[in-house]
């Protein structure tokens, strides 16, 4: 498809569990962010990859949380050891580049995690 | 600390009236401010990006406002229509921040007929 695509769009794990969560950004770009958005709040920057450069990882909350790239495509965001305070929103985007500012950021519909 | 504050009370509007919607932020220094609508269950959609020495910008229905020296921005969405109703954010872009978005949490707009 033309969009970010993520997956999946619903998830409801028990405490304790590992989760794998899926980012297809749109072809040809080459910068890639994830962002976390609890009920009734902002998002959170968590990480973000910008070609073959090494990820600004300054937003993830603990060393639980850590984000691959493949190249300039697929992304995952996996989730250690889940506890209840991380059930959110988490969502994915992309931009034609991170390197030059003023680029708008594209956004696929989130996976909404649910941690029991 | 850093803030970036936008009302966080619901603004209902009638149909056809300018919805004005505003983001202030304190201990910030944005080269741009981008404002993007999100629909429920569904991810922010880009509306309208200013550059920090840009006064205002304007597309179709919608204008931006950006003063640097009172640290806000408005955003505006002159004649209103039900479709309109959303949330929309605001979103600090740093200098030097690689691109990385701030986002406020949010005006929920309502427009009613």
């Known amino acids: 498809g033309a969009g970010v695509s993520q997956s999946p769009s619903n998830k409801v794990t028990e405490k304790g569990k590992d989760v794998e969560l899926r980012c297809d950004p749109i072809s040809g770009h080459t910068a890639l962010y994830w962002y976390r958005q609890r009920l009734g709040q902002g998002l959170e920057f968590l990480i973000y990859f910008q070609g073959n450069s090494a990820p600004d990882k300054s937003g993830l909350p603990s060393d639980r949380f850590s984000a691959e790239r493949t190249g300039e495509s697929v992304s995952t965001l996996t989730i250690q050891r889940t506890q209840q305070e991380d059930s959110a929103v988490y969502l994915c985007a992309s931009s034609l580049t991170g390197s030059h500012s003023n680029q708008p950021q594209h956004f696929g519909d989130g996976t909404r995690l649910s941690i029991l | 600390s850093q803030k970036i504050e936008q009302n966080s009370e619901a603004l209902n509007i009638q149909e056809g009236k300018t919805a004005t919607l505003t983001c202030n932020y304190t201990?910030?220094?944005?080269?741009?401010l981008q404002w993007y609508r999100q629909d429920p269950g569904r991810g922010p959609v880009f509306l309208l990006l200013?550059?920090?020495?840009?006064k205002e910008k304007r597309k179709e229905r919608l204008k931006v406002t950006f003063d640097t020296t009172l640290k806000q921005s408005l955003f505006h969405i002159t004649a209103s229509q039900p479709a309109d109703s959303a949330t929309y954010l605001c979103?600090?872009?740093?200098?030097?921040?690689?691109?990385?978005?701030?986002f406020g949490t949010g005006t929920q707009l309502k427009v009613e007929l």
């Open positions: 201990n910030y220094s944005p080269a741009y």
């Open positions: 979103a600090l872009e740093l200098t030097g921040g690689g691109n990385k978005l701030t």
């Open positions: 200013i550059r920090e020495n840009e």
